[in-house]
T-cell receptor, first 114, second 114 residues
């Protein structure tokens, strides 16, 4: 049973460009959250998607946007990349109201902005 | 504003001994606390959790203690094994069971010395 799948695993982009990261949730999961983990920091919540809508949002600018598709997969888009956007981006999925311990994280996408 | 703090960036413990990882929080609205373990190139994996109505939760070699008045929790691993070497993140959330964002600490790198 595949867990959470993220693609690509690594990415190098130039400042000012746009990037799209992808996430396929674990089978049976319908809720997807995105987190940014900067070097030496803990993951920080970006937003959560459920039923194809953004349900919650963290303290991130509008340059960060997302989407959830009918098959529950999700995309994270970042526009006008800044050097400070370099980080590991983690996707976590769960089944709505599954309870604590129900989050499954992917291995992440390492984004480097040069 | 770091609402969840792990003040020890690293910890080394002899194999077979007890490992104690600490976490402090500032937000009184947090109701659930979780510990995640992260190996390099992998996503965080859920380890153990505790609700604010409890002061202790055990799962095999892992025990989490919660002191609400001190806004402090700790993870005890007994006995410590080489496979426990990883980065441990403390995380906290509100009471919307399983649907809320997780607020993470900055992590503690645990090294078990054989």
């Amino acid at each position: 049973d595949a867990g959470v799948t993220q693609s690509p695993t690594h990415l190098i982009k130039t400042r000012g460009q746009q990037v799209t990261l992808r996430c396929s949730p674990k089978s049976g999961h319908d809720t997807v959250s995105w987190y940014q983990q900067a070097l030496g920091q803990g993951p920080q919540f970006i937003f959560q998607y459920y039923e194809e809508e953004e349900r919650q949002r963290g303290n991130f600018p509008d340059r960060f946007s997302g989407h959830q598709f009918p098959n529950y997969s999700s995309e994270l888009n970042v526009n006008a990349l800044l050097l400070g956007d370099s980080a590991l981006y983690l996707c976590a999925s769960t089944q709505d109201r599954a309870g604590w311990g129900g989050y499954t994280f992917g291995s992440g996408t390492r984004l480097t902005v040069v | 504003d770091q609402q969840v703090k792990q003040n020890s960036p690293s910890l080394s413990v002899q194999e077979g001994r007890i490992s104690i990882l600490n976490c402090d929080y500032t937000n009184s609205m947090f109701d659930y606390f979780l510990w995640y373990k992260k190996y390099p190139a992998e996503g965080p994996t859920f380890l153990i959790s505790i609700s604010s109505i409890k002061d202790k939760n055990e799962d095999g070699r892992f025990t989490v203690f919660l002191n609400k008045s001190a806004k402090h929790l700790s993870l005890h691993i007994v006995p410590s094994q080489p496979g426990d070497s990883a980065v441990y993140f403390c995380a906290a959330s509100g009471s919307n069971f399983g649907n809320e964002k997780l607020t993470f600490g900055t992590g503690t790198r645990l090294t078990i010395i054989p």
